[in-house]
């Protein structure tokens, strides 16, 4: 297996098993959809967004809240 099927099969768990459904759900198909789309450097910054907190993910997304650690990628304008 190569380091990039790891790190796909690394994001799809972590994009799927949050803490809370709608994260779950949000995440989880988003990287169903596109994440054989993605070129190594969007994985990298998809796997960097899935670090962060299910709160600061959460207000940005729903709430539309701007947030500093929220990187303006390919990857963020998708979702």
């Not at 989880?28 to 450097?41: C, Q, S, T």
């Amino acid at each position: 297996m190569t380091n990039k099927e790891i790190l796909k099969k690394q994001i799809i768990y972590r994009s799927t098993h949050r803490g809370s459904k709608e994260m779950d759900l949000l995440l989880g198909n988003f990287v169903k959809k596109y994440i054989e789309e993605l070129n190594d450097v969007e994985l990298n910054d998809l796997e960097k967004l899935l670090f962060l907190e299910d709160e600061i993910l959460y207000k940005w997304y729903f709430e539309k809240n701007e947030h500093q650690e929220i990187p303006k990628t390919k990857v963020s304008a998708l979702l």
